[in-house]
Each structure stands twice: as structure tokens, then as C-alpha cells.
């Protein structure tokens, strides 16, 4: 499916790479070494510099922590939405917000994608998407309250759970007027669930990508990787990459990631395997 994202549009030939900038002091992965807005517009300029089409800015780690309200996530994503629009008119900007107002907020700013990380929490984000014409990702998080851990949860099977609620999520983001090109279904690896939903999750990806509605993953350095092969954060990149081969090998779309050149190649080089993208050359045996 042709991608619509906000102002761009991506022929359905090709892969996105949506490269995360955490507005935060505590994320899990950077410890806050793009809270400053300096140091988050810097890892702007290297992203898209790296080939990355699109940026995610969050202001809200998804772990249990401190609460954020309202005021202050605004603070911490929409003004610097608006420096990124102006400085890279090029690169979609996704927000990483399940509030409808905070959501506005950032697309009034310039934002293109609202990436609803837990699950539909609030039922009018899709509502906003449809009046700024903005893109929505509809993730499956099996209910699970806003920042919070997966405790000894249970599915009969994880993956038509996940189905059943992210194209049920997409139906609703249509009836309420986004555009169908501009709707993403995400399984949320590790929202909502634990190593082995994760791990069926990747195995089975490509029943999610049957659906016809483009899919993103969420691989980076997910717990699920740390767990499969007893890494902590930091050392997960090798673990990452795996998944994302993959993923890429059945079929998905966008790829939200923290190294962007090395998922680009990955990727790459699936879906050439996989037919979907020519070689950049071929000219070995021709001359």
C-alpha cells in the first residue's frame, strides 16, 4: 500500500526508517542524552543525515516512573517540533503520544504522524489525526494501562490478538476520516507482553502484514532481544538486527529504530532477498 504520511508520501515499494529522539531524562536506552533540545535537534541533524525519512520525538518514556502531565509533555515536544519542521522540512515528524491533546498540539506545530504507543488510551486521537489529516499508528498493547509492565499475561494466541485489535483500531481511525493510506498497524513488541508473545510476534509477522495495512515494528533494543540472548541495554544491537531481518523479510514497512545505518542495510538487503528491492548493482558475471 502507498504510504501517506501527513505531507509525504512513500510508494509502496519502499521502507521507512523512523529514527527515535526522546525528549526525556530518563529513557531506557539514551538516559537522557538527548533531553537538552540542543542535544535532541543534533541528533536530528545525524539521523536525517543518515538517510533516516522519518523522526519519532517522544517526551514520555513508556516505563513506569515519575507521572508527566499534560502541560509538561507539551513542553517537552511541541515547541521542538516546530524547530524540526522549520529546520527539515523534508523528514516526517511523528509524536510518540497516546493524548488527543497533546496530539493536536503537535500537529498544529508541524507534526505529520501521531504514534499512539498504547493502544487507542484515548479514544479521540483518531479524531484529531482526521482533522489535521495527519497519519496514525494503531498499536496492540492487549489493554494495558499506559506505563505500565506486563504482569503474567495471557493470550489463547497473541498474534490474532493483535490482529483483531489493530485492524479493529484502523477501522475506527477510518470511520473517523483518516485518510486509509495514512493508517499503520504496529504489534508493539513487548507492550503488553511477554518474551515469547514477542518472539511469536516476529515469527509470525507476516499474518499482520497479510491484512494489507502497512506495518511497523519496534525492535530496538527491546527487552525481549535482552532476555533471548541474556544482553543488557547497549549490547542488544546484534540481537536487534536479527529481528529486524526478520520482520523486513515478511514484509514490513517502517522500522522505528536507534541506529539507523545498520537497520537501513539490514533491511535492505531482505527485502532485496525477498524480491521486493532491486541490488544497487548486479553487474558481477555481466562484465
Not at 513488541?189 to 502497512?214: A, C, I, Q, Y
Request: hydrophobic share 45%; with cysteine.
Amino acid at each position: 500500500m502507498t504510504l501517506r504520511l501527513g505531507r509525504h508520501a512513500f510508494a509502496d515499494d519502499a521502507t521507512i526508517m523512523m529514527a527515535i529522539v526522546n525528549r526525556t531524562p530518563d529513557s531506557f536506552y539514551d538516559q537522557g542524552a538527548t533531553w537538552a533540545e540542543d542535544k535532541a535537534s543534533a541528533r536530528v541533524d545525524l539521523v536525517v543525515g543518515q538517510g533516516a525519512e522519518m523522526v519519532d520525538i517522544g517526551g514520555i518514556k513508556a516505563a513506569p516512573g515519575v507521572e508527566i502531565g499534560e502541560a509538561e509533555e507539551r513542553s517537552r515536544v511541541v515547541d521542538f517540533v516546530a524547530r524540526v519542521r522549520e529546520e527539515h522540512p523534508g523528514v516526517v515528524i511523528s509524536v510518540d503520544t497516546w493524548r488527543a491533546s497533546v496530539g493536536d498540539a503537535a500537529c498544529r506545530a508541524g507534526a505529520d504522524v501521531l504514534n499512539d504507543a498504547w493502544g487507542g488510551a484515548d479514544p479521540e486521537l483518531v479524531d484529531v489525526a482526521a482533522a489535521h489529516d495527519a497519519a496514525i499508528i494503531c498499536t496492540h498493547t492487549g489493554g494495558a494501562t499506559p506505563r505500565t509492565r506486563p504482569y503474567r499475561v495471557e493470550y489463547d494466541d497473541v498474534v490474532r490478538s493483535a490482529i483483531d485489535d489493530t485492524v479493529a483500531y484502523a477501522e475506527r481511525a477510518l470511520a473517523a476520516g483518516v485518510a486509509r493510506e495514512s493508517i499503520v498497524i504496529d504489534p508493539a513488541h513487548d507492550f503488553g507482553k511477554n518474551t515469547f508473545h514477542s518472539l511469536e510476534l516476529t515469527r509470525r509477522l507476516g499474518e499482520m502484514v497479510e491484512t494489507g495495512w502497512p506495518v511497523l515494528v519496534s525492535l530496538s533494543n527491546k527487552d525481549f532481544v535482552g532476555e533471548s540472548l541474556d544482553k543488557p541495554v547497549g549490547e542488544r544491537l546484534l540481537g536487534t538486527l536479527a529481528a529486524t531481518a526478520i520482520c523486513a523479510t515478511a514484509g514490513a514497512r517502517i522500522y522505528r529504530v536507534h541506529e539507523v545505518v545498520e537497520t537501513r542495510q539490514v533491511v535492505d538487503m531482505a527485502w532485496t532477498i525477498a524480491g521486493r528491492r532491486p541490488p544497487a548493482r548486479a553487474i558481477r558475471g555481466l562484465q
